[in-house]
């Protein structure tokens, strides 16, 4: 079982900076990830990373957003740069456990012109 719990987000500007981080508990995960569901559209992939730093990311976040990991804390962080109003929307924490897929509650990220 594994919880995931998201912080951080809330309004931005265009061409500013904003921070998410999630916190997984119960179970030590490898691969992270972000997820994002723009308003009135579906919830669509941003970036991974895996327990050895290895990252992808989307084509429309690469190069403006870096994600990390800390191993020992278990947590996952989305460093959003040069921010833009469509990447505004509810950001998903995500993991893999098993079989079972966990996400977190989401998380508002709004960015305004």
């Known amino acids: 079982q594994v919880q995931l719990v998201e912080s951080g987000g809330g309004l931005g500007q265009t061409g500013g900076s904003l921070r998410l981080s999630c916190a997984a508990s119960?179970?030590?995960?490898?691969?992270m990830g972000w997820y994002r569901q723009p308003p009135g559209k579906e919830r669509e992939f941003v970036a991974r990373i895996s327990m050895d730093s290895r990252s992808i990311y989307a084509a429309s976040v690469s190069g403006r957003f870096t994600i990390s990991r800390d191993n020992v804390k278990n947590t996952v962080d989305l460093q959003m740069n040069s921010l833009k109003p469509e990447d505004s929307g509810v950001y998903y924490c995500?993991?893999?456990?098993?079989?079972?897929?966990?996400w977190g509650q989401g998380i508002q990220v709004t960015v305004s012109t």
């Open positions: 119960g179970s030590i995960v490898n691969v």
């Open positions: 995500n993991t893999q456990y098993g079989n079972q897929i966990y």
